[in-house]
């Protein structure tokens, strides 16, 4: 598997990577999960797919994408949206509870992780914790890069064990609620991991955003992370 990382400035030089992602994402919240969130027939995007957000997209060895994540720094705005959580406790999404958490902080230092997800065609518990690595550590290499510190995500509540597990100190922030999918989400909050912090030795990220650039595009293609929006 190898990641590739880009924003909509620079989705070109990857094919349809960006499509392809916005397809599992159907596939995925839409068809399995049955959230009542924009699509049509072929692809699930929302207000939150814009200028602001950069993209993780893990590819398989035949160049297919097999997981994906958006991230975007909670000082981010565009019109009259600002970032998922933030629009939630202001009451602008229904299907998630304002009290979602206390308060939401709104730096730069902080960016927000929403439309994590990995395909089915990976059936192994190997593959799929593979997969989450390079999810986790492409947008741990985004925040070094922009100087952000911390990433929250409203998650289903056993990604912290998972996640933990890879060696992230994630930690649940409030109190988790019961979504329509039968599942409880709440926010975890996933500091940047103390070996990869500014000043400490950061050889592994820099080798990440060197590959990064350097990732072929992918050819194109003939579990799950926050909760439903509705319009």
Same mark, same amino acid.
């Given at each position: 598997m190898q990641r590739i990382i880009f924003n909509m400035a620079?989705?070109?030089r990857h094919g349809t990577a960006f499509y392809d992602f916005l397809r599992l994402r159907k596939i995925f919240f839409v068809d399995q999960l049955g959230w009542d969130i924009p699509h049509d027939d072929d692809v699930e995007m929302d207000q939150?797919?814009?200028p602001q957000a950069w993209y993780v997209v893990v590819l398989d060895d035949d160049g297919e994408v097999?997981?994906?994540?958006r991230t975007m720094p909670n000082s981010a705005r565009w019109g009259l949206h600002t970032f998922m959580l933030n629009d939630a406790v202001k009451g602008r999404l229904d299907s998630i509870p304002t009290s979602i958490m206390d308060g939401v902080r709104v730096a730069s230092q902080v960016w927000e992780v929403t439309r994590l997800v990995i395909s089915d065609a990976l059936g192994t518990h190997a593959e799929r914790s593979e997969c989450l690595s390079l999810l986790l550590e492409g947008i741990e290499t985004l925040l070094l890069r922009h100087g952000g510190s911390e990433a929250? %995500? *409203?998650s289903p509540v056993p990604m912290v064990r998972a996640?933990? %597990? *890879?060696?992230?100190?994630?930690?649940?922030?409030?109190?988790p609620? *019961?979504?329509?999918?039968?599942?409880?989400?709440?926010?975890?909050g996933i500091p940047v991991r103390a070996h990869m912090r500014p000043g400490a030795s950061i050889g592994s990220s820099a080798g990440a955003v060197a590959a990064a650039r350097r990732a072929p595009t992918h050819r194109p293609q003939p579990t799950m992370v926050h909760a439903p929006q509705k319009d």
């Open positions: 620079g989705m070109h939150y797919d814009n097999v997981g994906g994540g929250i %995500s *409203l996640m933990r %597990s *890879l060696g992230y100190d994630a930690e649940r922030r409030g109190e609620y *019961l979504c329509d999918d039968g599942r409880k989400y709440a926010v975890l």
